[in-house]
């Protein structure tokens, strides 16, 4: 059997870590076999794919129509069946949110879900984002595909997932209408892979605020996930977080997923 490493990363400006070498550092070091990214604030033509050519990967993009905002791009060395680019409802794509990919025994999803940080407007949009999201995941279980998503959730689901749930309370990101969302998509039949594997481990996140060395203090938040439909949980091998690697306030995350 073959097994992938499959991986997930906010990089908050693909641009700042390739500069500082950090991305090409973790991206020889752990050498996932496929890697979704968000928030690359960047588009194709203004980088230098070489980083990652020169490892065997092949890459797709999807960038917002804001200049430097938002994105996604999807690197992977198996070749992927085939590609498609956002969920198909435009207010949707034009920020550049989502990469699907169709390989022979699953189909995986990169997605960078909204921030609902600038008001009302912007958590009406996110609740949004996430209803049609869980339809079309559950559309293409439905046609007998099995999954895996991830990407930035932009929500902390429990108090396990928060240092601080009562200051994170005060505002967006760990509101109760948004944690019942990842709620909803562990109860359509999805599974949360880190939280399955580690169901005691606390101190574990993935978002660390750049003020007051909370870094440095690991005063963070688990908001990237990889899901997968409940037919593949029992190949997922190994689910983790990896705090160590930097170049962004979000760290990396992934599985091994045995074929």
């Known amino acids: 059997m073959a097994t992938l490493t499959i991986c997930s990363w906010n990089v908050n400006g693909l641009r700042s870590a390739l500069k500082s070498g950090h991305f090409e550092a973790w991206l020889k070091s752990t050498a996932p076999d496929i890697a979704g990214f968000q928030e690359v604030k960047a588009t194709p033509d203004q980088i230098d794919d070489e980083p990652w050519t020169a490892l065997g990967y092949r890459s797709w993009w999807h960038p917002a129509q804001r200049a430097g905002y938002s994105g996604a791009l999807l690197l992977s060395k198996p070749e992927p069946l085939e590609v498609r680019l956002g969920l198909g409802i435009e207010r949707f794509d034009i920020e550049g949110r989502v990469i699907q990919a169709d390989y022979p025994e699953f189909t995986l999803l990169t997605s960078y879900y909204p921030n609902a940080g600038r008001g009302e407007d912007r958590l009406a949009y996110k609740l949004e984002f996430y209803e049609a999201f869980l339809a079309h995941v559950n559309h293409l279980r439905d046609q007998g595909r099995s999954l895996v998503f991830m990407g930035d959730f932009n929500i902390a689901h429990t108090e396990m997932d928060v240092a601080r749930p009562q200051e994170a309370a005060k505002g967006t990101g760990f ?85």
């Open 175 to 259: 509101l109760p209408e948004e944690r019942a969302w990842i709620t909803r998509i562990i109860e359509n039949g999805y599974v949360d892979t880190f939280r399955a594997l580690h169901p005691d481990q606390r101190d574990a996140y993935t978002y660390w605020d750049p003020w007051r060395e909370r870094r440095a203090r690991n005063i963070g938040w688990r908001i990237d996930y990889v899901f997968v439909s409940q037919d593949l949980m029992p190949r997922v091998r190994r689910a983790f977080i990896q705090p160590e690697v930097m170049g962004s306030d979000h760290c990396p995350v992934g599985i091994e997923l045995e074929l």
